[in-house]
């Protein structure tokens, strides 16, 4: 009952080991970041710095001056570009004005995701940034009650009392979507996202509306769910291209499935664009390197970081700011990818 009702100041590196079940140079190489620790341990010990209400004391010596200079940064992963650009515009900001970046990176784990941001809110930085949360609705209203400052990055969806950053996700869809219509393409094949995803959704809505409003019915068929994943983008369009009337054209919702989209294709014998048109979604660096160039749809990413950083800094100045949803605008990019289907053989 006592450690219940301990302050963070009280609490210990050996509380902390003690609640975890491990030692307490664990604990230290966890709260350091240091390698050489099992992820399950690692994972117990940032639970319970999380129940205990831990501050390490490096923080907390930041804090005593009212200010730790540090802004926290979520995301699912490190393997794709998109991650990267984002990360470009957020760094750059924070260096402008002196800030360090703490990174974490969830896995896609949802237990991850509420765990890490229960650490970084208790006392680790001074405010948040979610790129594409998984399961935000677990832990935001906590956040608010709390009046910690956190901006989402590219996640529509979740209620406009939230600050967010996106892209004009629908629109982008549509944009693409209408561009293979307008090449010829009526059987179009279309990968979705982490359909738990409002950009996801977002973008499978544009698809639908480009279809509807020229007067094409939408084959279910034609719709393979993935989840962002280049592995994704391989299995679906193996799927797609081994229907019995399969589509000329695909529509990744974004590059790296675009890319496994092309490897699929060749696995079946077929020439990008002469016997399949392809298009992306995010424009990331390699789109414009790999052969052929990939069309694809320009989403703001770098300036989605930097947009959402200048906004949680002045929150943090001033946490009763008005709620801000920006929505910035996506770019159709046409390379070699796509061409006028041929008659079927």
Known sequence: MAREEASSESVTIFDVATEAGVSYATVSRVINNKDHVKPEKREAVLRAMARLGYVANQQARSLAGGRSRVVGLLVQGLESSYTGEILRGIDEELAAVQYDLMLYTTHRRKTKESIYVATISRGMAEGLLLSLPRDPAAYIETLRRQSFPYVLIDHQGIGDEHRSIGATNQRGA????????????????????????????????????????????????????????????????????????????????????????????????????????????????QAALIYPPLTTVRQPLEQMGRVATQMLLKLIDDPQLQVERIVLPTELIVRQSCQAPHARR
Do not use: K, W
């Open 174 to 285: 549509y944009d693409a979507t209408h561009h293979l219509i307008e090449l010829g393409h009526r059987r179009i094949g279309f990968i979705t996202g982490r359909l738990e995803l409002g950009c996801a959704v977002d973008r499978l809505a544009g698809y639908r509306a480009a279809l509807d409003e020229q007067g094409i019915a939408a084959d279910p068929t034609l719709v393979y769910e993935g989840d962002f994943l280049r592995s994704a983008g391989f299995a679906g369009a193996r799927a797609l291209l081994e229907l019995p009337d399969p589509p000329t054209a695909i529509f990744a919702s974004n590059d790296d499935m675009a890319f496994g989209v092309i490897e699929a294709a060749r696995d079946h014998g077929l020439r990008i664009p002469d016997d399949l048109s392809v298009v992306g979604f995010d424009d990331i660096p």
